[in-house]
């Protein structure tokens, strides 16, 4: 199996930039598609942003599209988001999730079978 630990977030105005990351430790990090989720207070975990294990194919919820980037490093075993242009509502607990018995763009969170615990982000108007 795989650990996750996210880092990154914080307190950010509006218009200003975070890059979140998530260290993967445990089984061979490239074995995995990896995806973020968020979760605002009072609101279900949704999803952001995906990328998978091989082509490095990527994909994004239409609220992040063009704003936030995710990319992996393989030889840092490392998941990372960019993400710019923030704005109030992408106020949220920030979720890493990596998944091996899912092969493509895996956007439902059942497809995912190992989470992080979590960054807050927290973008102020």
């Known amino acids: 199996q795989v650990q996750l630990v996210e880092s990154g977030g914080g307190l950010v105005q509006a218009g200003g930039s975070l890059r979140l990351s998530c260290a993967a430790s445990g089984r061979t990090f490239s ?3 990896m995806g973020w989720f968020r979760q605002a207070l009072g609101k279900d975990r949704e999803f952001v942003a995906t990328i998978t294990r091989s082509e490095g194919t990527t994909y994004y919820a239409d609220s992040v599209k063009g704003r936030f980037t995710i990319s992996r490093d393989n030889a840092k075993n490392t998941l990372y ?10 106020t949220a607990v920030y979720y890493c999730a990596a998944t091996d018995r899912w092969t493509g763009a895996a956007r439902e969170e059942y497809k995912y079978n190992y989470w992080g615990q979590g960054t807050q982000v927290t973008v102020s108007s």
């Open 31 to 33: 074995r995995y598609d």
């Open 81 to 90: 988001l960019q993400m710019n242009s923030l704005k109030p509502e992408d």
